[in-house]
């Protein structure tokens, strides 16, 4: 069976403008990143601030503006057809249809002037052609799906009516209304508590499951990408530095910037992780120093250094990293590191 999504070499970059000389440069944002997802599978994008992970989303469903974003090369194939050269009109049936989205803050995608109810139906009058109020009646199960008291009444309320979790409740509700064959989330919980963080991961992943839907998620949170996908794409600079399966990635990242990233997780003290999670975090400080947090921040698209985009802010940096890019290449040290891949001269 093929696979419901392969990203190929896809290459992003945004007009702009030199600093300093005002000299017209393309800043390269997202550079010849690929990645599969497999029907039904899920994969994290995981990254700092400005890595390009929202501008790769966007990409895919042809919501960059343009200008001053331009495609500068790849593919991006979904259920075998080329998402990147679609027609506008053919790329809009598959939003909110066979694709649905999540966003991070929720009041920038719900129209602040319509009903939830029926903002939550309008994807199925429009994908499946139903009747308004069939459709509507849908809405009102779907709300109790994604766990709204009194669905019928909060139908009728306006965003602005509703908690930040419940506003994001009700973007999960349109999204997957069409139950889409995948859903793609950028840092969907990032503007909301932990706790109602942690009850909205569970409440994706339950409707992904009843829907079959492959997911597509964005965020710069580790503990996000362990709750909520079975591979990760980890992203520094524009690029991909490091796949892999979750698991194995966590508790043994090959790449220094994945290391770091581990390293510096928040959230829990020492005394809260579990056995095993502080055992993990010893064995990546031994071997790769300790990175409370990782010094410096990530270098925009046109003040990125020659060889690799890391080595300003790597403590294993040596002289080679910094003449020559080292290539994305899959592990093949056996079985423990099976489908993975790392861009480290040190790998
Ligand atoms: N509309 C735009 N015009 C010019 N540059 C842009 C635009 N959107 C994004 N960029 C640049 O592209 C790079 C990647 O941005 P992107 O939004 O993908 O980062 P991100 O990984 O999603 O970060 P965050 O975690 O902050 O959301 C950044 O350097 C950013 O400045
Ligand atoms: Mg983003």
């Known amino acids: 069976m093929p696979m419901l999504l392969q990203v190929e070499n896809l290459s992003v970059g945004f007009r702009s403008v030199q600093p300093g000389t005002g000299t017209p440069r393309m800043a390269r944002a997202v550079e010849e990143v690929s990645f599969c997802l497999d029907r039904g599978g899920s994969l994290c994008l995981v990254g700092e601030s400005g890595c390009g992970k929202s501008v790769t989303a966007l990409s895919l469903l042809g919501l960059l503006p343009s200008p001053p974003a331009r495609l500068l090369g790849g593919r991006v194939l979904f259920e075998g057809e080329d998402m990147l050269r679609l027609p506008p009109e053919k790329l809009n049936r598959l939003r909110g249809g066979r694709i649905g989205m999540i966003f991070q803050e929720p009041m920038t995608s ?20 139903m009747r308004p109020a069939e459709a509507l009646k849908r809405a009102v199960e779907l709300l109790a799906e994604v766990g709204l008291n009194n669905p019928d009444r909060r139908a009728a309320d306006y965003p602005h009516q509703l908690s930040g979790g419940m506003r994001q409740r009700v973007m999960i509700a349109m999204a997957m209304a069409c139950r889409p064959s995948l859903l793609i989330a950028d840092e969907p919980t990032t503007a909301l508590d932990v706790s109602v963080q942690g009850q909205i991961l569970d ?13 597509l998620m964005i965020t710069h949170d ?11 794409a980890v992203m520094y600079a524009g690029r991909i530095v490091e796949s892999g399966p979750v698991g194995a990635t966590l508790a043994d990242p090959l790449h220094p910037y994945t290391a770091g990233l581990v390293a510096s997780r928040p959230r829990l003290g020492w005394e809260q992780r579990s056995g095993l999670d502080v055992m993990r975090a010893k064995l990546v400080q031994a071997r790769h120093g300790r990175l409370s947090a990782i010094p410096g921040t990530v270098p925009p698209p046109l003040e990125r250094p020659d060889g690799c985009a890391f080595s300003t802010r790597c403590p294993q940096v040596f002289d080679r990293c910094r003449a020559e890019m080292p290539p994305l290449l899959p592990l093949t040290d056996g079985k423990v590191n099976e489908g993975r891949s790392c861009r480290c001269w040190l790998r």
């Open 203 to 215: 409440l994706m992943r339950e409707m992904r499951e009843s829907a079959g839907s492959a997911l």
């Open 222 to 232: 580790l503990d996000v990408v362990a709750r909520s996908a079975d591979q990760v």
């Open 110 to 129: 719900l129209n602040p002037v319509l009903k939830v109810g029926e903002q939550v139906a309008e994807p199925l009058i429009v994908h499946f052609g």
